[in-house]
């Protein structure tokens, strides 16, 4: 019986995913330097770019300073030290962000979480930003746990 009620229930879950087509991508390549703050240089060219549906394809560095926030935690952890950035994934428009970050010490131990800002590069940040063209991201409260969620929607072009 468990496990019928759990196919139910993915199937259920499965219709209610937003659904949209597929859109054209622009892509942007750029480089961090020394001391820049990760997620204020990522909104700064977003705004700059007036990017509506971008998300993070690829990146390589290093940080001198961490401050991330764990899952169902209200305070960030901040860090100093060197760190390789070994993940930085999310989305994000001109005005808003829901990124990750996962970054190594010296012994390879490994922490992540939301990103936030006061991640400073140590040598370098690269990172490859892709634009979806065709659709516009937007945060909407849920009802179900009361969080700005994702929505897609088709974007109007002139």
Do not use: W
């Not at 219709?15 to 991508?25: D, E, F, G």
């Not at 970050?101 to 922490?111: C, F, H, L, M, P």
């Amino acid at each position: 019986m468990h496990r019928i009620i759990t196919v139910v229930l993915l199937l259920l879950s499965l219709s209610a995913m937003s659904q949209t087509k597929p859109s054209a991508m622009t892509t942007y390549a750029l480089r961090l330097k020394p001391h820049e703050d990760v997620k204020v240089a990522i909104m700064k060219f977003a705004a700059d770019h007036q990017l509506k549906a971008a998300c993070i394809l690829s990146v390589v560095g290093s940080l001198e300073q961490f401050h991330i926030r764990f899952a169902n935690q209200e305070k960030g952890v901040l860090q100093r030290g060197h760190f390789e950035v070994v993940s930085l994934t999310g989305l994000f428009t001109a005005t808003a962000a829901h990124l990750h970050i996962s970054v190594a010490d010296e012994q390879g131990k490994t922490v992540g979480g939301h990103l936030l800002d006061k991640n400073l590069v140590y040598t370098t940040l690269e990172l490859v930003i892709g634009e979806l063209t065709d659709v516009t991201f937007d945060r909407v409260v849920d009802s179900t746990y009361g969080y700005k969620e994702l929505t897609v929607t088709p974007r109007k072009h002139p």
